[in-house]
């Protein structure tokens, strides 16, 4: 296999596959089984998938999830988004360079009659909402069909390598993501009652109250369910600068797919746009995957994320800038490096710019709810609940409660005995979905004797894990619930901290260490997480530590490296230091400090080439014409410039042109948005014939 692949990873382990041959422009080439065909592409050092009939512009990867159709190639002479299209043995596949021209039909389609399906419950979306929601439904024997667009269940669940926040006893706080989707869909599938479809696609809500579904890829069927419950979670924000269409500029969930699902090593240097836990999160997950982050940055004063994520991605060594902005990504065909500048006032400051060569940008800046269907389920009358990102966005503990309680009130409309709902269920839910709280100073314990956890968690979150595995029960949270900060209480040297190492090791943040004065008081053993490769530290090994802030605290030995079942992949170091930096040291560097140098000049780029709607290659400027010519109908800017009219429909460039009312001083209420259309996918028109197109293999996609 290609130098792009990930054959060792600090928690995952690459499986064997068996190799699949394509061939991409001629060239033979192979994937793995099952492996999408953007994800072979990258895995082959292949960032430009297409040309733009319009500029000739290159097209690569963005979203990675279905959402729009940056990454269209020809597969066998027909137009695929090929983040949703698998390899196939011997499947031909080209760049789209220009429109391109299907191959004839060599006979009449064969028709069919379209499959109605009567359901109780109809649940659009496999993520953690909708399977703990399917959950309680299958517990009680209620029929139900849940429905995704994946090969596999858990939705943004198999993407993350980290231990999640939350509550221990509730929503599985402590336990890495992948292993929660595993969990969920293992308890899920035991029920019989509950049908589920992956790889299949809600398409739209009918006014008939008909939900049209393309189950497997290729065949079209209608459901008529008495309930909908609408779990399809989020798509991520866009942000229009010069160059943010080039390819290696796509969004946090799309890196995370190609890293931690597929196991691709898709950037070699990484920029992140973006200080939310998403950005913060992929920054860390880049670092496992032996990729360089070269920075981040925010636009608020302070990252919007958790603290113990920006601390964690500090301690690394990467550098945070907050009060910053993108100004552009530059290259000709691909991204090789980005331009950011200080933000006063929300303008860029002259004089700050600077430029860092990296081969990707990473988009970070938020989510927005995938919520249409639940908008006009609502609209036709239909009985609907929402759980999860469609209802809320928030975190993935969240939408697990959500989901559970969700799927006892359907049980419930449904005529089901469920019992109360408990108001404290409620206030669950809540607490889970609650942003960061107050952030205080650290206050490092005054003991200098014995053995004891030194807690660098100085903001409020909902988390409660290090308070449910201590054994003797030392560490508390004294507040009305699970957001406040946790502190070591020792009442006696009989019942004292053991040095157990569980509190370090299940710490989501990272940010629990073990200090042990027992055989050395003037230089104490210091414990501390690691989650990188086994042979990135080995006894005798002098390393840099940081403190909380990821401020150098100097060089230290490492006497000891323990990597043993029971911690779940969590490497746990020993190192000796100096009793007056003993307590300080929060974390071991691990990406060297002049990564993150930048170019000796900044790239400037003009403003003139900036995209707002990506399919129709519709610039800023054409738009903003528009609105200072006195337009306030976003109707009327799409029959002008076709801004809103590209196969993603409309997704991605509404916000931003609403951005741009904002910005040209003209109040939402004054701005008449355009329809939404019933079909919130793309889709073949034969499918609704009920046509079958006769292609081997192709699933019908085409």
């Known amino acids: 296999m290609s130098g792009y692949r990930i054959e060792r990873h600090p928690i995952l382990t690459p499986a064997a596959a068996e190799s699949v041959p394509f061939t991409w422009k001629g060239r033979s080439l192979t994937a793995r089984a099952g492996e999408t065909i953007a994800s072979a592409l990258f895995a082959h050092g292949e960032r430009i ?3 733009h009939p319009k500029d000739h512009a290159p097209q690569g990867l963005f979203c990675a999830n279905g959402q729009c159709a940056q990454c269209l190639v020809l597969a066998d002479g027909l137009p695929v988004k090929s983040c949703m299209e698998t390899v196939r043995p011997g499947l031909r596949v080209e760049p789209v360079d220009g429109l391109p021209e299907l191959p004839r039909a060599e006979a009449a389609p064969s028709s069919r009659s379209i499959d109605e399906i009567r ?23 209620i029929k139900a069909l849940l429905i995704d667009d994946k090969h596999r269940l858990g939705g943004k669940l198999v993407l993350q390598t980290h231990r999640f926040f939350g509550s221990y006893d509730a929503v599985f706080a402590g336990t ?28 739209a809500v009918f006014s008939d109250k008909r939900i049209g579904v393309l189950r497997a890829g290729s065949r079209y069927v209608q459901i008529l369910p008495e309930i909908v419950l609408v779990t399809s979670g989020a798509r991520e924000k866009s942000l229009a600068f010069p160059g943010n269409t080039l390819p290696g500029v796509y969004g946090a969930g799309a890196f995370q797919t190609l890293v931690n699902r597929d196991l691709v090593r898709s950037a070699g240097r990484l920029f992140i746009v973006g200080g939310g836990n998403v950005g913060l999160i992929a920054g860390y997950h880049a670092l496992q995957a032996g990729i360089e982050v070269v920075g981040l940055v925010e636009a608020l004063p302070e990252c919007s994320g958790y603290k113990v994520h920006k601390d964690k991605l500090a301690r690394f060594g990467v550098p945070i800038s907050t009060s910053h902005t993108v100004l552009s990504a530059n290259g000709t065909d691909q991204v090789e490096s980005v331009t950011i500048a200080r933000l006063e006032n929300w303008k860029p400051v002259p004089g700050s710019e600077r430029s860092f060569a990296c081969d990707t940008v990473l988009i970070a800046i938020g989510l927005d709810p995938v919520d249409e269907f639940y908008v006009k389920a609502r609209e036709f009358g239909l009985k609907v609940f929402a759980a999860g990102d469609a209802e809320e966005i928030a975190e993935a503990s969240a939408a697990i409660f959500s989901g559970k309680i969700r799927g006892l009130e359907v049980a419930r409309d449904l005529g089901r005995d469920v019992g109360t709902i408990s108001p404290e269920w409620y206030a669950a839910a809540d607490i889970l979905k609650s942003r960061p709280g107050a952030t205080t100073p650290e206050a490092l314990p005054e003991a200098e004797s014995g053995i004891f956890p030194v807690l660098h968690c100085v903001q409020e979150i909902p988390c409660d894990p290090c308070t449910t595995v201590c054994p003797r029960n030392l560490i508390h949270i004294h507040a009305a619930d699970i957001r406040g900060l946790p502190t070591y209480e020792a009442p006696d040297p009989a019942r004292a901290c053991t040095g157990c190492e569980k509190c370090v090791t299940i710490c989501p943040g990272l940010a629990i260490t073990l200090v042990d004065y027992r055989k050395d008081p003037e230089n104490p053993t210091i414990t501390l997480p690691f989650e990188f490769l086994r042979e990135r530290v080995e006894v005798g090994d002098r390393m840099t530590v940081l403190d909380t802030e990821g401020a150098g605290l100097g060089e230290v030995e490492v006497i000891g490296v323990r990597a043993i079942k029971a911690n779940d992949r969590t490497i746990l170091v020993k190192v000796k230091a100096p009793r007056a930096i003993a307590k300080k040291i929060a974390g071991l560097r691990v990406q060297a400090a002049d990564v993150a140098k930048p170019m000796e000049r900044y790239v400037e780029r003009t403003a003139d080439d900036t995209i707002v709607c990506r399919c129709e290659r519709v610039t800023a400027g054409q738009i903003r014409s528009l609105i200072r010519e006195g337009e306030r109908d976003i109707n009327q800017i799409k029959a002008v410039t076709r801004a809103c009219m590209g196969s993603c429909g409309a997704k991605t460039c509404t916000a931003l042109i609403h951005r741009l009312f904002r910005e040209e001083g003209v109040a939402d209420a004054d701005v008449v948005d355009q329809p939404k259309r019933p079909l919130f996918m793309e889709v073949p028109l034969g499918v609704f014939a009920g046509t079958e197109n006769g292609r081997e293999g192709n699933n019908g996609r085409y």
């Open 49 to 51: 998938f297409s040309y």
């Open 119 to 141: 359901v109780p419950v109809l649940i659009i979306g496999g993520g953690p909402a909708g399977l703990s929601a399917a959950i309680e439904l299958g517990k009680r024997g």
């Open 176 to 203: 890495r993501g992948i292993d929660i989707a595993t969990k969920l869909e293992t308890e899920l599938r035991s029920y019989a009652s509950v049908e589920i479809w992956p790889e299949s696609t809600a398409l």
